[in-house]
């Protein structure tokens, strides 16, 4: 298989650094808090009671 043209090899690794950074654990935390944030609102705009484990 012939190697990759210089311009390839700097798009792989922009597509691996941007896949790292979106995959790292502090963007998954984030997104995780974020689609929790979400799902409370949501549910407090259509009149759902919180949590009832308190």
Known sequence: ???PTE???KLLAEARADYQRANS?????A???QLRQART??????????????
Do not use: F, L, T
């Not at 609102?41 to 308190?54: H, L």
């Open 1 to 3: 298989m012939p190697k």
């Open 7 to 9: 311009a390839v090899q």
């Open 25 to 29: 654990p502090a963007m998954k935390a």
């Open 31 to 33: 997104a995780r808090e």
């Open 41 to 54: 609102n949501g549910n407090a705009a259509a009149g759902i009671p919180g949590s009832r484990r308190n």
